[in-house]
């Protein structure tokens, strides 16, 4: 029988009446037991309707969807709930897929992320390489630090190479001079860039203050910067004073070292000027080498075409076709350049006349002026040597002589005030050093000049030297010999070896011994038999320990003390007596020791025998003997005369004993 409209509204009616919406049902824990949706699912023994969650139905979506698709075709009564409900799993299942997405996405982050820290990683270890490249470089830098050379050109490391380059940067070291005057610390430091002030230039601040503290601070230029040496002036020598300069010391240094000159304060003089020393450290060299020209060449290449070899040459090839000549010198395996000579100080050499080398201590200022060629060639060489990169030189046979100049090098310094003030210092080093001084105060010229002595190094063969009447004796070495404040124990083996106190002070015996004890040994008497040796053993702690001591010579001396210290009188008190030992034998084979010696006490001298016989004790072997040494009941004086004087004696005195010894 068909179903009429009227039966499928009345169904739909009754289906209404006991339906429940989604959202009105329980949600499912799980999918066990439910098999279709709307889903039932057993609790509490009882089945109702329940929702299964998004994350339950993710993975049986489309099943799910199936089932619900059959549920409507075998039931087309409940065909409105069942299309409501697959098209319900149809949302949850685009849900589901829209998760699975997500999920896709997440995982595609995880992966870039993933990739982006192996490449973080990979840049880690990069920089980590060229951390450690960088260290090794530094290291490299470290371990083969830049250097000079015997050559006198700087030498740096070529870490590519793995090997040193030679620079052009030469340093071989030029006369003492001051290159500029600046009258502020701030002026000098703008100066800085000056390309006329090179590495090694000496300058000086003279701001004309005495009571400034930058004034006569000297300054050398090292590294692009000027770096502070010394005050020069205590500070008025600059400021109206004229500075004196004196030589002070000449120490030898090792041959290939670098010459150094420094100036110490020396007080002031009579008028007030600054006194300064001037110190030089001169490099063993070759004494009296000379300046000699062994050749002269228009070029350059001519000389290395002619010489190409100067290992044998004696002396300098000058270059040029006039003067002033480059001169050159075998260095190192090749020709380098040691500059410019020109007479009268022109050039980059200054050339001392020799006649300043011979100036009488009597010489005038017009004198000492002549000598240099005049004032105005005095003043000159000065403002030289501060002002321009100058070697000096001497002229050791003059002009006139005609005979061929030959030039020593010299180390000077200048000051230079104004046309009446200045100071010229020089020094040949030989094998002595001669020092000249000339100082010009207000147009007044005076000077000194001296010879010293090198201090050579002393021989190094091992021994210790000391110097003396300028040369150097061997003395002993410290450990060789006792001084004053030796605390070390010495014992001497030998006759004229020398010996401490307190090794003289041990070889007298010493006992300490109370007066009740002494007493015993002062009054005459014969003791025999066994109260011998108690006796002496009293005395001596061990007689026969001291006899074998002092027969083997280990004693020398022999003295008793009674002497105490009274803490409540804050004093010594007791007596001291010094024994003279006259014999002593000692037979420890036969036990028989004997021991004769004399000693004070008051006024008398006593005379103490002892025989020891340790075999026995109750032998008679056993003997103290205590006498006098001189007795007499009424003696007082024992004089002596020549047989003449006592025949003209008148009369005798009391109590007197003459002895006549002719």
Not at 25 to 41: F, H, R
Not at 178 to 204: C, H, R
Not at 327 to 350: E, F, L, P, R, T
Not at 610 to 615: L, T, V
Request: include cysteine; hydrophobic fraction near 35%.
């Amino acid at each position: 029988m068909a179903w009429t409209e009227q039966d499928l509204r009345e169904i739909e009616d009754e289906l209404k009446k006991g339906s429940q919406g989604v959202g009105d049902v329980p949600e499912a824990e799980s999918l066990d037991g439910i098999t279709s949706l709307p889903a039932y699912q057993e609790k509490d023994g009882e089945d109702i309707i329940v929702r299964a969650p998004l994350e339950l139905l993710a993975a049986p979506a489309l099943d799910a969807a199936d089932k619900a698709n059959a549920a409507a075709t075998k039931a087309e009564s409940n065909a409105t709930a069942a299309q409501t409900a697959a098209n319900s799993a149809n949302e949850k299942a685009e849900l589901a897929a829209q998760a699975a997405s997500d999920a896709n996405a997440a995982k595609e982050g995880a992966e870039t992320a993933a990739q982006s820290a192996n490449t973080a990683a990979s840049n880690a270890n990069e920089k980590a390489v060229l951390a450690d490249t960088a260290a090794a470089n530094a290291n490299d830098t470290a371990e083969h630090p830049t250097y000079i050379g015997q050559d006198h050109y700087v030498y740096k490391w070529n870490k590519t190479a793995q090997a040193y380059d030679k620079t052009d940067i030469y340093t071989k070291g030029d006369a003492f001079s001051i290159k500029k005057v600046y009258a502020s610390v701030a002026n000098m430091e703008a100066d800085k860039s000056n390309p006329d002030i090179t590495e090694g230039d000496f300058v000086l601040v003279n701001t004309g203050d005495v009571e400034d503290p930058d004034n006569a601070k000297l300054y050398v230029k090292a590294d692009g910067d000027f770096e502070f040496l010394v005050d020069m002036s205590g500070a008025i020598g600059f400021t109206g004073k004229t500075p004196q300069f004196l030589m002070g010391t000449v120490t030898t240094l090792e041959a290939g070292a670098s010459a150094t000159a420094t100036v110490s304060s020396d007080g002031t003089d009579e008028g007030g000027n600054p006194k300064y020393k001037l110190n030089f450290a001169i490099p063993r060299g070759n004494p009296s080498a000379p300046f000699r020209v062994a050749g002269e060449y228009a070029t350059l290449e001519a000389l290395k075409s002619a010489v190409p070899d100067g290992s044998a040459v004696d002396g300098f090839m000058a270059v040029g076709t006039e003067a002033p000549y480059d001169y050159y010198a075998w260095v190192n395996g090749d020709w380098a350049n040691q500059g410019k000579i020109a007479g009268g100080g022109s050039g980059n050499v200054v050339v001392i006349p020799a006649a300043a080398m011979s100036l009488s201590d009597q010489a005038t200022s017009d004198e000492i002026f002549n000598a240099f060629g005049g004032k105005d060639a005095f003043m000159d060489i000065c403002q030289s040597i501060i002002n321009k990169d100058t070697v000096c030189v001497v002229a050791n046979i003059p002009e006139e002589s005609g005979m061929k100049l030959v030039y020593i090098p010299v180390m000077a310094m200048a000051t230079y005030t104004d046309a009446n003030n200045a100071n010229f210092m020089m020094a040949i080093i030989t094998e002595t050093t001669f020092q000249l001084v000339v100082t010009v105060t207000d147009g007044v010229a005076t000077h000194s000049s001296q010879v010293l002595n090198h201090i050579y190094e002393a021989p190094s063969n091992g021994n210790a030297y000391g110097r003396k009447n300028e040369d150097w004796v061997e003395v002993p070495e410290k450990s060789d010999v006792l001084t004053k404040d030796n605390e070390t124990e010495y014992t001497p083996t030998k006759p004229y070896q020398p010996a401490t106190k307190k090794y003289v002070d041990d070889k007298t015996f010493v006992r300490d011994v109370d007066g009740t004890t002494l007493n015993k040994w002062i009054n005459n008497t014969v003791i025999t038999g066994e109260t011998v040796q108690d006796l002496a053993d009293e005395l001596f702690g061990n007689f026969r320990s001291f006899a074998e001591n002092y027969f083997d010579g280990n004693y020398t001396g022999l003295k008793f003390s009674t002497r105490q210290y009274d803490d409540a009188a804050g004093a010594w008190f007791g007596y001291i007596i010094n024994a003279n030992i006259q014999y002593c034998l000692s037979e420890p084979g036969n036990g028989y020791f004997e021991l004769l010696f004399t000693f004070g006490y008051g006024s008398t001298l006593k005379s103490c025998d002892i025989h020891y016989y340790s075999a026995s004790e109750t032998s008679n072997e056993n003997k103290i003997v205590i006498t006098d040494v001189v007795r007499s009941d009424n003696l007082t004086t024992v004089t002596k005369k020549t047989a003449a004087e006592y025949e003209a004696l008148g009369s005798k005195d009391a109590n007197t004993v003459y002895c006549v010894t002719d």
